[in-house]
């Protein structure tokens, strides 16, 4: 009976495999996650630094526009929608997504 007893106490030594489980889980976590994220935020930053006026632009709404000019230690941006009737909006500049680059149009030559 006392064999039975012994038999039947668990194991008390898995208290550093479970700090070394919640190790590598938080590693796998901030890898593949927040890593990636942090950088993809320093590159967001970076452009809106170099943000200047004339830049074409895309704002996180999907609207398109130049850049016409900056309000308010460049906080909001003013940009011009519409060419013909000088339509122009402000946005705050964390809403700008991205530049557009002026991409040459390509001519098919093929007839």
Do not use: C, W
């Amino acid at each position: 009976m006392y064999n039975v007893l012994l038999e039947a106490t668990p194991s008390q030594g898995g208290g550093m495999q479970m700090i070394i489980m919640f190790g590598l889980m938080f590693a796998i976590i901030y890898f593949l996650i927040i890593r990636p994220q942090k950088k993809k935020q320093k590159e967001h930053q970076a452009m809106l630094d170099s943000l200047k006026v004339h830049d074409n632009v895309i704002t996180s709404g999907g609207i398109f526009g130049k850049v016409v000019n900056f309000k308010k230690e460049k906080t909001i941006v003013v940009i011009r929608v519409d060419e013909t009737t000088n339509t122009k909006i402000e946005v705050q500049r964390a809403a700008i997504a991205g530049i557009i680059s002026e991409a040459t149009p390509q001519t098919n030559t093929t007839k």
